[in-house]
């Protein structure tokens, strides 16, 4: 059959009519499928559930379901929290006024002539130091109005040494503000705006309230754009933060970056219950680990600061550290849950009320401590001349210990003290690791030498982390108990201390 009559034949007609109805139904399926879990505009999505019954996939009624009690639902805005959280936190422009190098210039022919025209002579040395702006950017928080003086709450580090400080307000209006004082143990610091004009004043909420999954806005600056709005949640409370920050810290995943610092976290009703502080993040930008003080920390702090410029806290001089597991059962304690003191300051107010090197302390006044940093939490927060009991565990039994709390000093000053630090150092137990690692044979007994203070009476007398104690004034030291039932002999001044560097055997003097 030629091409022209087999185009025209009824077969191939019934052939292509067949072929025309399959895709037409195949680009129809398509087209439905493709269409399954969407909606147009205007339309509702419907959600997909799992029914009780059967396990079966089902479609839920358009309408939405009811709210459980006490439950809050997630908001379809926060337009109204951020109308409330924004008229008060301001931008916060620092400047600092630093003292640089400035290299010095090249005799001739390089510096030919000088900017005032004149042909260049050697500069003396006092014309090499020039004056520089350095610039910083944080936030802050009006907190309190008295008379015709607003102040806003920010972070230390944000106005450090400030010689200069504008305040840029929502509104864009700008003031100069001076330093009332600050409080570098929390990061916190107060300056003041004085104005006849109405500023908007934050309302203060209580963090004591807040639960891990609360909703929150953080409110600030970050990389100078003013008045951000983000938000997240509370991820976790009583976090701990960087090095010498007592204070306890609310985790959010709110984004929170640089210029941040300083400013607001909002609770739903639109309350300041915290203040941005710091973010956990490699690379500089906001990973989800944003972390704020709580702003019941920070009252007190305000208060102190508006009276006084300075914050006090209590003082017992001490050096504390956590517990681990291995050291508790040396020290026969049934729990780990408190803080071992490493060190007492001598004539502080630990020493003169009997605490020792070696009490382990779980409670203070009756409340229970459970780690390093909630004891440093719990006497900063008491009053000097306070009589406080403290419970604790000496070589594996149970006492209390009536403690006169003192004045803490700043913290130059307590640096200067660290001659005054007895024993000086931590030790803990000679466990199989650290022998091997030092060549001891199992026959060798004595602590471990961990850390030494620098300035201490043991630094000065020349002992050394890794240095193994085996001896002190003839007394041969098997266990860490016997260590520390040694320097605390109230009778003895002097103490001769035999250890082991290096597989050779020495002596130190201390004095205690």
Do not use: C
């Not at 639109?270 to 973010?279: A, M, R």
């Not at 026969?332 to 020792?356: C, E, R, W």
């Not at 690791?433 to 199992?442: E, G, I, P, T």
């Amino acid at each position: 059959m030629n091409t022209k009559k087999l185009f025209y034949s009824k077969r191939f007609f019934l052939f292509n009519l067949v072929l025309v109805g399959v895709i037409a139904g195949f680009v129809l399926s398509f087209a439905a499928f493709s269409n399954i879990g969407s909606a147009s505009v205007g339309e509702a999505a419907h959600a997909q559930g799992t029914r009780e019954n059967g396990g079966e996939n089902t479609e839920q009624a358009s309408q939405p379901a009811p709210q459980a009690a006490g439950k809050a639902s997630v908001p379809e805005s926060f337009n109204g929290v951020a109308k409330k959280a924004l008229p008060s936190v301001v931008e916060l422009r620092v400047v600092d006024i630093v003292e640089q190098q400035v290299p010095q210039q090249l005799g001739w022919p390089w510096n030919f002539m000088t900017p005032e025209g004149q042909q260049g002579e050697s500069q003396s040395n006092e014309d090499q130091q020039r004056e520089f702006k350095r610039r910083g950017l944080g936030s802050g928080v009006i907190v309190e109005k008295r008379g015709n003086n607003y102040y806003i709450l920010t972070n230390n580090h944000v106005v450090g040494k400030a010689d200069e400080i504008k305040t840029v307000l929502t509104s864009g209006e700008e003031y100069s503000a001076t330093i009332v004082g600050k409080d570098p143990r929390k990061d916190l610091a107060l300056v003041k705006v004085s104005t006849g004009d109405s500023l908007p004043v934050a309302k203060l909420g209580n963090s004591d309230n807040l639960k891990i999954g609360d909703w929150v806005l953080a409110v600030g600056s970050p990389f100078g754009f003013v008045s951000s709005v983000t938000a997240g949640i509370v991820s976790a409370k009583g976090r701990s933060g960087p090095a010498n920050n007592i204070s306890e810290f609310i985790q959010t995943d709110a984004a929170i970056n640089r210029g941040n610092s300083g400013g607001a976290l909002v609770n739903m009703q639109g309350e300041v219950i915290g203040i941005n502080t710091w973010i956990a993040a490699p690379s500089g930008g906001s990973v989800g680990l944003g972390f704020a003080v709580p702003i019941n920390n920070a009252k007190q702090a305000i208060e102190q600061l508006i009276s006084t410029g300075k914050v006090e806290y209590g003082w017992l001089g001490v050096s504390i550290a956590g517990m681990t597991e291995s050291l508790a059962e040396k020290m026969n304690l049934p729990t780990q849950k408190g803080a071992f003191i490493h060190n007492v300051y001598l004539d502080s107010p630990a020493a003169k009320g009997g605490l020792m090197p070696g009490d382990f302390v779980t409670e203070v006044d009756g409340q229970k401590i459970a780690n390093r940093e909630e004891l440093v939490r719990a006497v900063g927060q008491l009053e000097a001349g306070k009589q406080v009991e403290f419970t604790l565990f000496r070589y594996g039994e149970e006492r209390t210990v009536t403690v006169e709390i003192g004045k803490r000093a700043d913290a130059e000053t307590i640096q200067k003290q660290q001659n005054r630090l007895w024993p000086g150092m931590i030790v803990v137990p000679l466990e199989k690791q650290a022998r091997q690692q030092l060549n001891l044979d199992s026959s060798t007994e004595g602590v471990l030498v961990a850390n030494v203070e620098k300035q201490s009476k043991a630094f000065i007398g020349g002992l050394r982390p890794y240095d193994v104690i085996t001896e002190i004034n003839g007394n041969k030291i098997a266990s860490i108990l016997d260590f520390y039932k040694v320097v605390n002999e109230s009778s003895t001044k002097e103490f001769k201390v035999g250890f082991i560097r290096e597989g050779n055997k020495y002596f130190v003097g201390l004095t205690k």
